[in-house]
């Protein structure tokens, strides 16, 4: 089955902005809560966003809080991140994943996973 496929990633100055996309062509999101996930060098992954099913349930890690922005459109079957003044920490491989949950924040209970987008943020 297809699988998650993120986009958006790149290379931006401190204090820019990215937009990840995360789309599935297999699944209808909606079925689903989402969530982004990151990963840096030498780190394990953590979690960074969670979105519910109807995207009224949010959470945020405190690292981007005020910072970052989780959104989904199920009209386009697509989960979004908009990340905003970003520094050199938040540089990793962000990956968007999906649970069967209505609304989860614990990464174990996310099943299916992308391949991740390389997100270098430099100073």
């Known amino acids: 089955q297809v699988q998650l496929v993120e986009s958006g990633g790149g290379l931006v100055q401190a204090g820019g902005s990215l937009r990840l996309s995360c789309a599935d062509a297999?699944?209808?999101?909606?079925?689903?809560?989402m969530g982004w996930f990151r990963q840096a060098p030498g780190k394990e992954r953590e979690i960074v966003a969670s979105i519910g099913r109807n995207g009224g349930d949010t959470y945020y890690a405190d690292a981007v809080k005020g910072r970052f922005t989780i959104s989904r459109d199920n009209a386009k079957n697509t989960l979004f991140i908009q990340m905003d003044s970003l520094r050199p920490a938040h540089t990793a491989v962000y990956s968007c994943a999906l649970s069967c949950l209505y609304y989860t924040t614990n990464a174990r209970q996310y099943a299916v996973w992308g391949q991740g987008t390389q997100v270098t943020v430099s100073s």
């Open positions: 297999g699944r209808i999101l909606s079925n689903y809560a």
